[in-house]
């Protein structure tokens, strides 16, 4: 399943998966802020009944695969008895998410 590094080990490769995976996040995450940002020059002003509803699927939509990058690969390994791996990819990207968000958070406070 993963490539192993000579020197490091499958640390290596778990930890580009959560960088990948945290960064996945964060891109979707921009996307849907932009969206949020330029919605009523996007969508109008009027008020329809479908535009509570596509916010609110845009929401479960964004629970589904957000929950899926952060969780769907760790518990795929803990179901491959990878428990130890499972565990250190999750932390990995939490971390990955936890840096990007104080960058994000930074960026904001000096524009």
Known sequence: ??????????CVTLTKH???????????TAAVSWLLMHGERLFGTGQHLMQPVAVLMLL??????V???????PVWLYLESKKKESVKM????????????AVALVINVIV
């Open 18 to 28: 959560a960088l990948l995976h945290a960064l996945g996040v964060f891109l979707y």
């Open 60 to 65: 479960v939509l964004s629970v589904a695969l």
């Open 90 to 101: 999750l932390v990995a990207t939490l971390v990955f998410l936890f840096l990007l968000t």
């Open 1 to 10: 399943m993963f490539k192993k590094n000579k020197k490091y080990g499958d």
């Open 67 to 73: 929950g899926t990058l952060i969780f769907g690969y």
